[in-house]
């Protein structure tokens, strides 16, 4: 994966990733299916049942003889969204453990970004991860499992849509699992995901794991079929759903006001608002108020800007700075998801084609960074450094030598990682080359040294959308959210010394 030998040996020394394995059939009695608990296609069920029975202590090895006699990457990446899909559910929170589901996609973008080699250690990871989950399933909420959905109550589209918009507007659960399904047998993925790019960015509650699901779980279908889409809808409809209290629709609640609010003002962009010019100026205005304002403010400020001449691009290169800047100012796990959450909205911005939605999608995760920013307030220990302040060091040695050095650093300073990072990114030659040896090298150190879902989705998110941020902004990006990678020093995670084991 990169260039250096000395790179090769100390970030990349992972050996052959082969593994070694036996695999026990499965009984007749084992393969029979509970009526009354979702069906999955019948292509992919085997293997879904294959890791639910699996104990933990023998699922890599297991599942890695099916690799080796035929079963294909798609099948093994559905089979991992779709267990975690049946058998964990997303409550109290769309979060915790329900990361077995979420961690899917940023598991998957880890994969295809990196070189043969590596390529399934970030899945068997996401393997291993699903049986923690599991069992946390069944301790915290009794072995929940979705539940079969009577084929008779299967709407015609356009009912499905009709009575799909009516129960999430009004929070019925039941009418919006019947619909999600009937939407699934009868409806395409772009309609039925342009509904839910809304309702994921509806509320605050979860702290953006409703927007991070929406978006994940697109971009795993997209990847493994639609045919697999009706337990995923329905198991998202029932996350977005979540809240706390009495019906949200029926009070003033502060996770939903932003949203109800941007309906409003969203309609004040002017039509032609995916124009205009690209105004470092309007970037450090919305820097600004991001910083102190409330969420009103920033999307006040936002509008404004935008209808002063501002490009779209302007307001995100401004989000997505200062989402990198709380974590340098609190590397810990509310600013972790605000750039985490931008990822996900900044996805669904792109991708959907509902202009209104798209309006919604900007405003909205301007409207969370003030929300992130108190979260993080209520927690202390908030440092007063920024962003735009960053000094850059200039490294010492070759591109090689400079990867290494930020990477050893960055567990015992991690602010003189930061500016070596500035620095090293600012040298314009061959900066294109360079900007992919680091990004490379933080991805195998996840990959060795990663321990948690979250290292998994904040370094897809930032490494993803280093590229999305306009070039006079990208490196300040990517040096204040070196703050929550991995560091070099540290000792492998046990899937690395296991898959050692099994080699041996």
Same mark, same amino acid.
């Given at each position: 994966?990169?260039?250096?030998?000395?790179?090769?040996?100390?970030?990349?020394?992972?050996?052959?990733?082969?593994?070694?394995?036996?695999?026990?059939?499965?009984?007749?009695?084992?393969?029979?299916?509970?009526?009354?608990?979702?069906?999955?296609?019948?292509?992919?069920?085997?293997?879904?049942?294959?890791?639910?029975?699996?104990?933990?202590?023998?699922?890599?090895?297991?599942?890695?003889?099916?690799?080796?006699?035929?079963?294909?990457?798609?099948?093994?990446?559905?089979?991992?969204?779709?267990?975690?899909?049946?058998?964990?559910?997303?409550?109290?929170?769309?979060?915790?453990?329900?990361?077995?589901?979420?961690?899917?996609?940023?598991?998957?973008?880890?994969?295809?970004?990196?070189?043969?080699?590596?390529?399934?250690?970030?899945?068997?990871?996401?393997?291993?991860?699903?049986?923690?989950?599991?069992?946390?399933?069944?301790?915290?909420?009794?072995? +929940?499992?979705?539940?079969?959905?009577?084929?008779?109550?299967?709407?015609?589209?356009?009912?499905?849509? $009709?009575?799909?918009?009516?129960?999430?507007?009004? +929070?019925?659960?039941?009418?919006?699992?019947? $619909?999600?399904?009937?939407?699934?047998?009868?409806?395409?993925?772009?309609?039925? =995901?342009?509904?839910?790019?809304?309702?994921?960015?509806?509320?605050?509650?979860?702290?953006?794991?409703?927007?991070?699901?929406?978006?994940?779980?697109?971009?795993?279908?997209?990847?493994?079929?639609?045919?697999?889409?009706?337990?995923?809808?329905?198991?998202?409809?029932?996350?977005?759903?979540? %809240?706390?209290?009495?019906?949200?629709?029926?009070?003033?609640?502060?996770?939903?006001?932003?949203?109800?609010?941007?309906?409003?003002?969203?309609?004040?962009?002017?039509?032609?608002?995916?124009?205009?010019?690209?105004?470092?100026?309007?970037?450090?205005?919305?820097?600004?108020?991001?910083?102190?304002?409330?969420?009103?403010?920033?999307?006040?400020?936002?509008?404004?800007?935008?209808?002063?001449?501002?490009?779209?691009?302007?307001?995100?290169?401004?989000? %997505?700075?200062?989402?990198?800047?709380?974590?340098?100012?609190?590397? $810990?796990?509310?600013?972790?998801?605000?750039?985490?959450?931008?990822?996900?909205?900044?996805?669904?911005?792109?991708?959907?084609?509902?202009?209104?939605?798209?309006?919604?999608?900007?405003?909205?995760?301007?409207?969370?960074?003030?929300?992130?920013?108190?979260?993080?307030?209520?927690?202390?220990?908030?440092?007063?450094?920024?962003?735009?302040?960053?000094?850059?060091?200039?490294?010492?040695?070759?591109?090689?030598?400079?990867?290494?050095?930020?990477? $050893?650093?960055?567990?015992?300073?991690?602010?003189?990682?930061?500016?070596?990072?500035?620095?090293?990114?600012?040298?314009?030659?061959? %900066?294109?080359?360079?900007?992919?040896?680091?990004?490379?090298?933080?991805?195998?150190?996840?990959?060795?040294?990663?321990?948690?879902? %979250?290292? =998994?989705?904040?370094?897809?998110?930032?490494?993803?959308?280093? =590229?999305?941020?306009?070039?006079?902004?990208?490196?300040?990006?990517?040096?204040?959210?070196?703050?929550?990678?991995?560091?070099?020093?540290?000792?492998?995670?046990?899937?690395?010394?296991?898959?050692?084991?099994?080699?041996?």
């Amino acid at each position: 994966m990169l260039q250096s030998g000395a790179i090769a040996g100390t970030l990349l020394g992972m050996g052959d990733l082969g593994l070694l394995s036996q695999l026990r059939p499965v009984s007749a009695e084992e393969a029979r299916l509970d009526p009354n608990v979702v069906r999955l296609d019948s292509s992919i069920e085997p293997l879904v049942r294959l890791i639910e029975q699996t104990p933990r202590a023998q699922l890599m090895e297991v599942v890695a003889e099916r690799i080796k006699k035929g079963t294909s990457y798609r099948e093994v990446l559905a089979a991992l969204l779709l267990v975690g899909v049946k058998n964990v559910e997303p409550r109290p929170s769309v979060g915790h453990k329900f990361h077995a589901v979420l961690v899917v996609n940023s598991a998957h973008l880890a994969s295809i970004s990196s070189p043969d080699e590596h390529r399934w250690l970030p899945i068997f990871w996401a393997l291993d991860h699903y049986k923690s989950a599991a069992q946390r399933d069944v301790e915290e909420r009794g072995d +929940w499992t979705m539940s079969a959905l009577d084929d008779s109550k299967i709407l015609p589209h356009a009912k499905a849509r $009709a009575q799909f918009i009516e129960a999430m507007e009004t +929070w019925d659960e039941e009418k919006a699992d019947v $619909a999600a399904a009937s939407l699934a047998r009868t409806g395409g993925a772009n309609e039925i =995901y342009r509904l839910l790019f809304k309702y994921g960015s509806r509320d605050y509650r979860s702290i953006g794991h409703k927007a991070i699901y929406v978006a994940n779980s697109y971009r795993t279908l997209g990847c493994i079929g639609w045919q697999h889409a009706e337990p995923v809808l329905r198991s998202l409809t029932y996350a977005l759903l979540m %809240h706390e209290g009495s019906n949200p629709a029926k009070r003033d609640d502060e996770a939903d006001r932003p949203f109800r609010r941007n309906e409003e003002i969203a309609a004040k962009l002017r039509d032609d608002w995916t124009t205009g010019k690209l105004d470092p100026g309007a970037t450090l205005a919305m820097i600004e108020t991001l910083r102190s304002g409330s969420n009103d403010d920033a999307c006040d400020q936002a509008v404004q800007l935008i209808n002063g001449g501002a490009h779209p691009q302007a307001i995100w290169d401004a989000i %997505h700075v200062v989402a990198g800047e709380m974590v340098m100012q609190q590397p $810990a796990i509310v600013p972790l998801h605000s750039v985490t959450t931008t990822n996900a909205l900044r996805y669904a911005y792109e991708t959907c084609g509902d202009d209104q939605t798209r309006r919604l999608l900007l405003l909205q995760n301007a409207a969370f960074l003030p929300m992130f920013r108190g979260g993080m307030n209520g927690r202390g220990n908030v440092k007063q450094t920024l962003a735009t302040n960053l000094e850059a060091t200039k490294p010492e040695g070759d591109a090689t030598q400079a990867v290494e050095d930020i990477f $050893a650093q960055l567990g015992s300073d991690p602010t003189s990682a930061a500016r070596l990072t500035l620095g090293y990114l600012q040298d314009e030659e061959n %900066h294109a080359a360079k900007a992919k040896q680091l990004i490379d090298a933080a991805r195998v150190l996840i990959f060795r040294k990663g321990t948690n879902a %979250h290292d =998994y989705k904040f370094s897809s998110a930032i490494l993803e959308d280093y =590229y999305h941020v306009s070039p006079q902004w990208r490196n300040t990006y990517l040096a204040s959210n070196i703050f929550l990678l991995r560091d070099s020093q540290r000792a492998d995670n046990q899937l690395v010394s296991r898959i050692e084991a099994a080699l041996a």
